[in-house]
């Protein structure tokens, strides 16, 4: 009994119904691969930002960064050629007035201190000694008046004397003429050395005076070499902080050349720099923020640099509030300029590389969050984080922010999970 015949038949019937089978389920899946969005247009929702579009006011304010900057400063240079023989305080360090930061060195200076002081010791000797001989002269003068003076008694005695013997014929009058004449003669040296004793005193007060003048320009020629030699040592002459030593131990330097930049750190103004395409919105003294990474200060501006340097211009802050503890000159701070209000305007957070007066092309997401497509809109003004949307958008649009710069040839995206 034969019964492999009709398995044969059986298998022959089922091989094309495989192969047809096998088509449909190819035909099938082109087809929906087909109605369906390709890999390049799909992206996970967790590689996106998105934000609602809102409705309202929004503060205007322009962003800007610098440093703080010492509204007092003192730049230190040195009084003559030197060299620099010791470093004792480098930037950064807190100084008062009277501190020391660099001592110098000059031969021919501690000489010229030598020379002048010695200078001054002579012309004090000279007048000490000048003062003595006058006196000893002084004294001698008087001597010399005291024993006319005693001539003069005598005489006057012989004179009296004489006049009663003369009466008496005892003197002979030739004699009492002579004690007469002897007594005039004396008298008038005494007024000559009295008047000599009075002009000697004008002559040695002149002297005495011009000794002095003599020491008085020694001390004044010292007093000056002195202080060029005491600014050797660099001293801050504020209360402040050492911001910058261009010097090396061991340098030599020249008359002028800079040593140090002190600065205080009680008196300080923030210096910011803003991009030249938003400076038409600041204006003087409107409000400012300053952050200084541990605190905010506030305060107005003051000045406006009119130099345009690399696109940005230079906007100075006068600080009005009392600055956070790690305000120092020359720290990084972030200024945020407060410049208006638009009232009742649509606004989002900044995308990626939106900018004021733009026009670009955002995905915006469907009620489900499951599509995106694309969308012409208008950027109007800038404020922090957000950005007004001056066209192609309403409230409650939700857009991606992220950078799509990879999808934008394509109109629309899928938002998978």
């Known amino acids: 009994m034969d019964i492999k015949a009709p398995e044969k038949k059986k298998k022959q019937f089922q091989q094309p119904m495989v192969i ?21 247009e799909k992206i996970s929702n967790s590689q996106v930002w998105t934000d609602f579009v809102k409705q309202g006011d929004i503060e205007l304010s322009v962003e800007g960064y610098g440093k703080l900057k010492s509204k007092e400063q003192r730049l230190l240079t040195t009084p003559a050629n030197a060299t620099v023989e010791e470093i004792l305080l480098k930037p950064g360090s807190l100084v008062t007035v009277d ?12 000489q010229q201190v030598k020379d002048a002081r010695r200078e001054l010791k002579n012309a004090k000797t000279t007048y000490l000694q000048l003062a003595l001989n006058q006196q000893r002269e002084i004294l001698a003068q008087q001597a010399q008046q005291e024993q006319l003076m005693s001539e003069l008694e005598i005489a006057e005695l012989k004179v009296t004397a004489e006049e009663r013997l003369v009466e008496k014929g005892i003197v002979s009058e030739l004699t009492f003429k002579r004690s007469q004449l002897n007594f005039r003669q004396l008298s008038r040296r005494i007024k000559i050395e009295e008047k000599r004793l009075v002009q000697l005193n004008t002559v040695h007060q002149k002297e005495l005076d011009i000794a002095q003048d003599t020491i008085e320009q020694q001390d004044e020629m010292l007093s000056v070499i002195n202080k060029q030699f005491e600014k050797l040592a660099v001293r801050a002459g504020i209360n402040g902080v050492v911001q910058s030593l261009p010097v090396e131990l061991g340098q030599s330097v020249a008359m002028g ?6 600065g205080s750190v009680d008196k300080l103004y923030a210096m910011l720099s803003v991009s030249q395409s938003e400076m038409e919105f600041i204006e003087l ?11 905010v200060a506030t305060g107005i501006v003051s000045r406006i640099n009119p130099v345009v340097e690399q696109g940005m211009v230079a906007i100075e802050v006068n600080i009005t509030s009392d600055l956070p503890n ?3 000159p020359e720290l990084n701070v972030d200024g945020v300029i407060s410049t ?33 497509e694309q969308v012409d809109i208008v950027y109007g003004r800038e404020s922090g984080e957000f950005i007004q949307i001056v066209s192609g958008a309403h409230a409650q649009d939700n857009f991606i922010l992220s950078d799509m710069s990879r999808w934008a040839k394509s109109s629309s995206i899928t938002i998978t999970q």
């Open 340 to 372: 208006g209000t638009l009232t009742n305007v649509m606004y989002i957070k900044k995308p990626i590389n939106a900018s004021s007066g733009l026009k670009a092309t955002l995905f915006k997401m469907n009620d489900e969050a499951e599509q995106a």
């Open 99 to 110: 501190s020391i930061i660099v001592r110098l060195s000059n031969p021919e200076i501690s």
């Open 20 to 40: 047809v089978i096998m088509i449909v389920v190819i035909i099938s899946y082109s087809l929906w691969s087909f109605t369906q969005p390709s890999a390049s």
């Open 326 to 328: 790690n305000a120092r």
């Open 285 to 295: 003294n409107q409000l400012v923020e300053i952050d200084t990474r541990n605190g």
């Open 257 to 262: 050349e800079q040593v140090a930049l002190v």
